[in-house]
C-alpha cells in the first residue's frame, strides 16, 4: 500500500483495531487526511522532530541503529542472543563474563547453578525433583527476558532453558517434556560450546571429571540432532575469547 493512501490505511487501521479511534497523534503532514477518513480528530506533534529526533520511517529502515528510541519490549526483540553452553568446568561463565565485558553489554548467569549451590547448603538437601527443573528453566527464561530489554546489542546467555532438560536427564535419567517446553520458544543467533581441554576444577558442587566428558559429548548430540550450528571453544582462555569474538562480530555486523 503506497504510504500516501490515506483511505487505504484508515481502513487497514480500522481492521486492525476493531474500531474508529476518537483522536489521531502524529508528526505528519498527511495526518489531517489519515484522521478524515477515520472519521476522527488529528493532534499534530512535534512536527520538526525537535522533542524526538527521529522519523518512523528511519526507525524502520535501521531499528538497531537508533535502538535508543525503541521501547524495551521492542528493542528486546532485536538483540543478539548467544547461548554458552558447557559441561561442568569448561569455562562458560568465565567466557560469558568475559565477552560481556568485551562488549560492554549484559550477560545472564546460570540460575541452576545459583540454586543447585543454595540447594546443597540446605541441612535436608534431598534427590533431585522433576519440579525443580521446571522451576530452574522458567527462571532461567524470565531472566533472559528481562535482560534482554536492558541489553544494548547481544546479549550473553549462560546455561539457557534447553540445558536443563540435558542436566535433568544427567540426575533423573530422562529429558523432561516439561522443560523442553518451556524451553523450545527461545532460539538463539550464536551457539558457544566450552570444551573440556581444560583442567577440571572441583569446588564441592561438581559431579567429576568422567561426567564432565560424557555432559561435553551429549551438549554435542543435542546440539547437532537439533540443526543448531555451534562453534567449539578450546585450548587456552585468551584462545577462546578471540575465537568467540570473531563469530559475535559477525553477527553484530
Known amino acids: 500500500m503506497p504510504d500516501d493512501d490515506s483511505p ?5 487501521t480500522r481492521q486492525v483495531l476493531g474500531y474508529a479511534p476518537d483522536v ?10 489519515y484522521a478524515h477518513h477515520l472519521g476522527c480528530r488529528h493532534v499534530l506533534v512535534d ?20 535502538r535508543e528510541f525503541l521501547e524495551p519490549c521492542v528493542r528486546a526483540y532485536f538483540v543478539k542472543r548467544v547461548a554458552l553452553v558447557g559441561a561442568e568446568s569448561s569455562g562458560t561463565t568465565t567466557m560469558a563474563r568475559a565477552l560481556a565485558t568485551h562488549y560492554r553489554d549484559i550477560w545472564v548467569p546460570e540460575y541452576g547453578r545459583a540454586y543447585s549451590e543454595e540447594k546443597m547448603r540446605r541441612p535436608e538437601a534431598s534427590a533431585w525433583r522433576p519440579e525443580e527443573f521446571v522451576h530452574i528453566a522458567r527462571r532461567q527464561c524470565e531472566m533472559e527476558d528481562m535482560a534482554a530489554r536492558e541489553t544494548d546489542r547481544v546479549l550473553l546467555c549462560d ?12 540426575y533423573l535419567g530422562t529429558l523432561s517434556p516439561e522443560v523442553e517446553a518451556i524451553a523450545a520458544p527461545y532460539h538463539y543467533d550464536l551457539y558457544l560450546l566450552t570444551g573440556v581441554d581444560i583442567p577440571f576444577v572441583q569446588d564441592g558442587t561438581r559431579d567429576g571429571e568422567h561426567i564432565r566428558h560424557r555432559m561435553h559429548r551429549r551438549f554435542v548430540e543435542w546440539l547437532t540432532a537439533h540443526h543448531r550450528p555451534f562453534t567449539l571453544l578450546s585450548g587456552p582462555h585468551e584462545e577462546r575469547l578471540r575465537a568467540a569474538t570473531r563469530r559475535v562480530d559477525a553477527l553484530l555486523v
Request: glycine share 6%.
Open 24 to 33: 489521531v497523534f502524529t508528526s505528519e503532514d498527511y495526518g489531517d487526511a
Open 47 to 66: 512536527r520538526e522532530r525537535v522533542q524526538v529526533p527521529i522519523s518512523g520511517t528511519a526507525l524502520r529502515a535501521d531499528p538497531l541503529a537508533h
Open 8 to 12: 487505504g490505511w484508515a481502513a487497514y
Open 159 to 170: 546455561t539457557p532453558a534447553f540445558a536443563t532438560s540435558l542436566w535433568h536427564e544427567r
